[in-house]
């Protein structure tokens, strides 16, 4: 009976709202007076409050926010400064507040095939296409960020679901120019991993298509109950980098508590290091290029005492790692990002085994493999054509067992975004996307899981 | 209201962006080293990074103008500050190209070596597409700059008495503090208000860092500026003496300069007096 509700021929309900949305959309795109529409979404960084600050057009620091820029890259890396006399907040109007709000109501279509249907009340066990569509908001990002003085800077977002349920997404204070050199700049609190290709700046928005695959994958078969990582997450700990005075060549050392963000210390006291370099340069008339690698690696859990009279969590750790290297390549308003990863967890993590229990037969540290393509084209700073394609292969199953491509991962994602205005004191994007994911063998009876993702959005920062 | 002039503006840009510059840049080129620029790529470029202060015809109009206290350049006027040709020239493509590069410390124009060297070429190339003068006169001949005679402190002492004699303090102050008698009066081209440099707690000038680029300001002078060029007055070597000496007045900036001038009765003495010790107030600046 389930299945009958979530039949095919909801579709045609899907595809007139689907319409009226999109129609809805393109008048609002073709009057100009778009801007007093009520829109936006995200869970990034784009601060208009650095805009007012310093005057310049969000296009300075973002390609398209809140994909980074070259010099907006050189910005965030000098500690929020543009190097000159305007930089420490003494400089600043007594009634500036660095302060900046983003969130992005939108439309948007989930759907998945082979979804697990099965009936609570019957029992009857079944497998079916499950599609969800209607009106939602994005959570919500309260940027707070700048100078406490010359070469010392803050990042502080308090960030709500779309419920209203606050968390910290970044909480840092970063010391610039330690003894009077780029090369030395240390960092501490909770803030967003150093590496080229961020998370925090991806330029999709939907369920399936505003993360990397690649940073959130873990192998089928772990408990993710106590083994939850995504090296597209914020992290905990202190970071020391540094850069050349024309931030082409780049590095980052990171010390992190074992946490993925999380507050409380609720893995334990595990520590993990994230390392990256990166070195740009010029290519004729082209642009800048940039090539990158990265390493992460860290310890896990694999068991706690919950449930207990003294709560113990984090313990039997093991390790883990992600390794990889990336690009950023422009041919003028082309541009590529390109992303190698490897990944490894320890068996048992891969296997779910408490440490105090031996492996199971056939257990291995599963290996897999990921990849990256994103093109972007820039006709202008308000108008950008994005596109992913993410493919992830497990090289080596954490059981004998288990299927060699049980979990791999294709990931595809097209859509564009479109600026209005550009203006150096809010920002507002209509965002259209389209996402698709499908992993093999991970649905209850086995078979491939699809899911997709259509996303209508009205993004906006102020 | 303003929201709509704003995307009016907008469209307005889009539309520019749409033409092809080439009847400009046909007018117009620009060569820095081996670097030739190019006028429609530098135009991309100034609609995403610079007509936020510059405005949309580089008049030094843009949106944020209002808000800040030393107004953009006016491209349009083509009147540039840091120059190595005479007072009064249009500056050379190697001149555009290092504002760009090393921006203003004093002001909010930052420094874009985030751009590549052909992106700051083609900006200038483009830049010089928004005035008429361009098409109608040559930059200056830079002014040379002869080299650096040995520092001494004889040499510190003319500059010393150099800098009173040009009545230098009645701007820039007796300890270069940038609190002259006349420094409340001044003015730029725009009828702005403008501070003099304030030599005690800056360690970088408007058009540059190094001694040569010191030589320069005061040679050539900071068209726009009540700063005028003291090229015909006083000789390079005297020259050399006054940059020497003005070092000395960055009295928390380490140079050979100061440090010479340290080692002497006199210039401990003064010095000693020019610094100042407090508490710390955030804006880096040393006292």
Known sequence: MLQEVLKLKKH???????????????????????SALPIPKGNVHAIPAFARKYGMPCSSCHEAWPKLSPFGQQFKDSGYQMGNEKDAPIYQNPSYWPVSFRITPHWHREGVDHADITNAVTGDTAEGQLTT?????????????????????????????????????????????????????????????????????????????????????????????????????????????????NDHTRFSAALLSSNDGNVSLSNGRGYD?????????????????????????????????????????????????????NGLWYIKKFDVMTQYLHGLDNAFLGTATPSYNPLPAGAHSPTWNAGLIEPHYNLNPQFILIGRYELIRMSRQA????PGNLGDIDAGTVGFRYYPFISSRAGFAFHNEFSVVRQQGVSTSGRDLTSSSVFLGLDFIF | MHTRKSILWMFLASALLALPSSA???????????????ADAGKQLYFRYCWGCHGFRGDGNGENAPYLNILPRNFVSATFKCRSTPTGTLPTDEDVFNAITRGFYTTYMPSWTALTHQQRADLVVFIKTLSP?????KAGEPVKVPAEPALTTDGIKRGKELFAKLECWKCHGQEGRGDGPSAATLTDSNDQPIRPYNFAAGTRFKCGETNQDLYKIFMTGLDGTPMPSYGEQIKPEEAWDLVHYLRTLQVTHNSAEL?????????????????????????????
């Open chain 1, 12 to 34: 045609r309900v899907a595809a007139v709202a689907f319409i009226a949305v999109y129609g809805w959309l393109f008048l609002s795109i073709a009057v100009p007076s778009a």
């Open chain 1, 133 to 245: 569509h209607g009106f939602d908001l994005s959570g919500l990002d309260i940027l707070t960020a700048g100078t406490l003085a010359k070469n010392i800077s803050f990042l502080l977002v308090p960030s709500a679901d779309n419920a209203g349920a606050f968390h910290f997404e970044s909480a840092n204070v970063r010391f610039s120019n330690l003894l009077g050199s780029s090369w030395l700049n240390i960092k501490a609190g909770k803030f967003e991993l150093d590496n080229i290709i961020s998370e925090k700046r991806i330029l999709g928005l939907s369920n399936n298509g505003g993360l990397y695959q690649m940073y959130h994958f873990q192998p089928v078969g772990e408990n993710t109950n106590l083994f939850t990582f995504g090296l597209g997450d914020n992290q905990l700990g202190a970071e020391l980098s540094g850069h050349s005075k």
């Open chain 1, 273 to 325: 290091t994230f390392l990256t370099f990166s070195q740009a340069f010029e290519a004729g008339s082209l642009g800048l290029q940039r090539v990158g690698a990265f390493a992460y690696i860290g310890r896990a859990p694999t068991f706690d005492t919950a449930g207990g009279s003294t709560v113990a969590n984090g313990l039997g750790q093991k390790s883990f790692y992600r390794v990889g290297f």
């Open chain 1, 399 to 402: 059981l004998d067992a288990n």
């Open chain 2, 24 to 38: 400009m840049a046909q007018k117009v080129e620009g060569h820095v080293g081996k670097l030739s620029g190019q």
């Open chain 2, 133 to 137: 003068r361009w098409a109608k006169e």
């Open chain 2, 259 to 287: 440090a010479l001038w340290q080692g002497t009765k006199e210039g401990a003495e003064i010095v000693k007096a020019a610094k100042i010790t407090g508490t710390p107030t955030g804006s880096g600046i040393k006292q």
